[in-house]
C-alpha cells in the first residue's frame, strides 16, 4: 500500500483557479508515489488523466469506493493540521477551531483583522 499528499497553497488558488490547483495537488501526490498503481479513482468531474495509470473521475466518489472515502479522510486530517498550524502563526482568524470555513465567526475576524497572508483573496465570502 502507498499514498502520498498533494496540496495547492493560496497564492495557487488565486493565481490558476481551484480547477487548475487542484489538479495541480493532484499531479503533486501522482508523481510522488511510490508503486505506480494500475488504475486511480478521483472524487469529481475533473477529467483529467494521469499517465501511466487508468484513471476514472467519479462524482461522489467517496460515497461509493472505500479506497476514495478513506482519501478524503486522510485529506481532512491533513488539512485540519495545516489549519492548526496557521492558528499558530495567525491566531487571531481562530484557524484552529473553524478550519478555514466561513463561519460567522472567521468573518468577524476577517472583518476586523483583514486578509492574513494565507487567506485566498480571489474568495469573496464578505
Avoid: W
Avoid at 488565486?14 to 510522488?32: F, H, L, P
Avoid at 476514495?68 to 485540519?80: E, F, N, P
Amino acid at each position: 500500500m502507498d499514498y502520498s499528499i498533494g496540496v495547492a497553497g493560496s497564492r495557487r488558488i488565486d493565481r490558476e483557479g481551484v480547477t487548475k490547483a487542484t489538479v495541480y495537488a493532484i499531479q503533486s501526490a501522482y508523481r510522488k508515489l511510490k508503486i505506480q498503481p494500475n488504475l486511480v479513482i478521483i472524487d469529481g468531474k475533473l477529467g483529467i488523466k494521469l499517465q501511466g495509470s487508468d484513471t476514472i473521475c467519479m462524482v461522489k466518489g467517496d460515497a461509493t469506493s472505500f479506497a476514495v472515502a478513506s482519501a478524503s479522510i486522510v485529506a481532512k486530517v491533513v488539512r485540519d493540521r495545516i489549519m492548526r498550524k496557521y492558528h499558530k502563526v495567525y491566531p487571531v482568524y481562530n484557524f484552529a477551531k473553524h478550519k478555514g470555513y466561513p463561519t460567522r465567526e472567521h468573518k468577524l475576524a476577517v472583518l476586523e483583522y483583514g486578509y492574513s497572508p494565507v487567506h485566498r483573496k480571489s474568495y469573496r465570502f464578505l
